[in-house]
């Protein structure tokens, strides 16, 4: 079956899809921007710059990071970084459900490569 994939275009702002929101979903999950980067197979620097991609698209922050020291460094994210991954979430399901009969006709249209 087709899956659907949404990415919400902010013009010459940038943009935000699948993969900011996959990260910023694991440094909630794992309290740091690099283990959330090595979840992903994706460098610490790559992590950084997609965050701060992110900061500079909604003008304010969306994770909260804390420094090394005896209880080390960490991150999480903040109340805007929390709604972005729920509103993006949301428009995923929203747009899937609306496409799903489509979706589905699609895959009935679709001429099966395995034959031939």
Do not use: C
Request: glycine share 12%.
């Amino acid at each position: 079956m087709p899956t659907l994939s949404v990415r919400i275009d902010f013009g010459e702002g940038g943009r935000i899809g699948p993969g900011k929101i996959q990260l910023l979903e694991n440094i909630a999950a794992y309290g740091s921007i690099s283990a959330g980067a090595r979840a992903m197979n994706m460098s610490y620097k790559r992590a950084w710059d997609l965050v701060e991609e992110l900061n500079r698209i909604l003008g304010k922050p969306v994770v909260s990071a804390r420094t090394g020291g005896k209880r080390g460094g960490g991150a999480e994210l903040t109340a805007l970084g929390l709604s972005v991954v729920s509103r993006f979430r949301a428009i995923e399901r929203a747009a899937t459900a609306a496409a799903e009969q489509h979706l589905a006709s699609l895959q009935a249209e679709r001429v099966d490569q395995t034959k031939g």
